[in-house]
């Protein structure tokens, strides 16, 4: 059984740098095929993919993000990072890191299709708050 769990801080202050870390057990992130994402939720809109990196490293992003987003890997503890540069409070969000066995639509689902049900493994989820 695959489990994913965030650590990272709940409070960043506007210009800095978000950094969260996602722990997995049950797999390896550098499982044959595995992707493993970081999507986000900001209070009252839809749910949005940032990027992800691949069982070989590959790293993925959404045009979104790709200007001020680095997603990097430590085997050695079976953990990917996100690193989101010059937070703002519209970068306040619940932050999800989840994974799936194969690269179809790493982005999630089309319009109207269900979040939930496109990622096999799923974090928990952690609030991050951008304030001063």
């Known amino acids: 059984q695959v489990q994913l769990q965030e650590s990272g801080p709940g409070l960043v202050k506007p210009s800095q740098t978000l950094s969260l870390t996602c722990t997995i057990s049950?797999?390896?992130?550098?499982?044959?095929?595995?992707?493993w994402s970081w999507i986000r939720q900001p209070p009252g809109k839809d749910m949005e993919w940032m990027g992800a990196?691949?069982?070989?490293?590959?790293?993925y992003f959404s045009p979104s993000f790709k200007a001020r987003t680095s997603i990097s890997r430590d085997t050695s503890k079976n953990q990917f990072t996100l690193e989101l540069a010059s937070v703002t409070p519209e970068d306040t969000a619940v932050y999800f890191c989840?994974?799936?066995?194969?690269?179809?639509?790493?982005?999630?689902?089309?319009?109207?299709?269900?979040?939930?049900?496109?990622?096999?493994?799923w974090g928990q989820g952690t609030q991050v708050t951008v304030a001063s």
């Open positions: 989840v994974g799936q066995p194969g690269p179809h639509r790493l982005e999630g689902p089309r319009n109207g299709g269900s979040w939930e049900d496109w990622y096999d493994w």
């Open positions: 049950g797999a390896s992130v550098t499982t044959n095929y595995y992707y």
């Open positions: 990196i691949s069982y070989s490293g590959s790293t």
